[in-house]
């Protein structure tokens, strides 16, 4: 390889100002998981930032958001536009939590509220067979730890889309489009400590959604299988530049 890979980090919302000052913000998790072997530039579409054009980048990692793609503000269409472009050229897309919607929802899927609610805390994921042979998830056991956090989900998955992953609660984990093109639901960039402090602050809310935050405190535990996506992903993304 004659450069390192160039990966973009779309920054599609912030996290919660509490945590935002403990342990910084969705790109800067992201950042920490992608391998150092990666060129990393953050963009935020949310602030109205443009990537420029989706040859210039050999990977796309979309970010998480407090924001709901069902509400299709202009920058949250704007940049699934954009997405499908990089789909159809073949550029490796990480979708993550909204980036997993959004990626859904620009190919032709359904997005909206989870008829039963928020999901959140750590829950395993059981992936699928067509997992055995896809090039991010093979080898990957059977069932792991991830965290989560959400209350919109892929209802519908695109056209031609491959579900690769389900939980309990959620039957569209884990998808990919075309030959490297993936939404997950689930937060490979959390830390079980970051996990937590999302708990402690959604505590009221869960209360009052009858969910129990103690309970789910307590079942937190750190997801590594879930975080190694990243740096898999990044393997991807070198090996497809050389």
């Given amino acids: 390889m004659n450069?390192?890979?160039?990966?973009?980090?779309?920054?599609?919302?912030?996290?919660y100002?509490?945590?935002?000052?403990?342990?910084?913000?969705?790109?800067?998790?992201?950042?920490?998981?992608?391998?150092d072997e990666l060129e990393l530039t953050v963009i935020n579409v949310e602030q109205g930032d443009a990537p420029g054009n989706v040859e210039d980048?050999?990977?796309?990692?979309?970010?998480g958001s407090p924001a709901m793609v069902s509400d299709r503000a202009e920058w949250s269409e704007t940049t699934a536009q954009w997405l499908t472009g990089a789909v159809d050229k073949k550029v490796?897309?990480?979708g993550v939590c909204y980036g997993h919607q959004l990626l859904a929802h620009a190919l032709g899927g359904e997005v909206g509220y989870h008829p039963e609610g928020r999901?959140?805390?750590?829950?395993?994921i059981e992936l699928l067979p067509d997992a055995d042979s896809d090039p991010l998830f093979a080898d990957l056991p059977a069932s792991f730890k991830a965290q989560l956090t959400h209350k919109q989900?892929?209802?519908?998955?695109?056209?031609?889309?491959?579900?690769?992953g389900r939980s309990r609660f959620e039957p569209?984990?884990?998808?990919?489009?075309?030959?490297?093109?993936?939404?997950?639901?689930?937060?490979?960039?959390?830390?079980?400590d970051i996990m937590r402090a999302y708990l402690s602050v959604q505590a009221p809310e869960l209360a009052a959604e009858c969910l129990n935050p103690d309970a789910l405190l307590a079942a937190v535990e750190p997801a590594p299988v879930a975080s190694g996506l990243l740096q898999r992903f990044s393997e991807l993304v070198i090996e497809k530049l050389d």
């Fill in 3 to 15: 450069r390192q890979a160039r990966v973009v980090i779309l920054k599609t919302g912030t996290t």
């Fill in 17 to 35: 100002p509490a945590i935002r000052e403990t342990s910084g913000d969705f790109e800067d998790w992201f950042v920490r998981g992608l391998s």
């Fill in 57 to 63: 980048w050999d990977g796309i990692v979309i970010t």
């Fill in 92 to 94: 490796p897309v990480l």
């Fill in 119 to 124: 999901e959140t805390g750590t829950w395993s």
């Fill in 153 to 164: 989900s892929v209802l519908g998955l695109p056209p031609g889309a491959v579900l690769l």
């Fill in 172 to 192: 569209h984990q884990a998808f990919r489009v075309g030959e490297c093109a993936w939404g997950v639901q689930f937060h490979p960039e959390f830390t079980d």
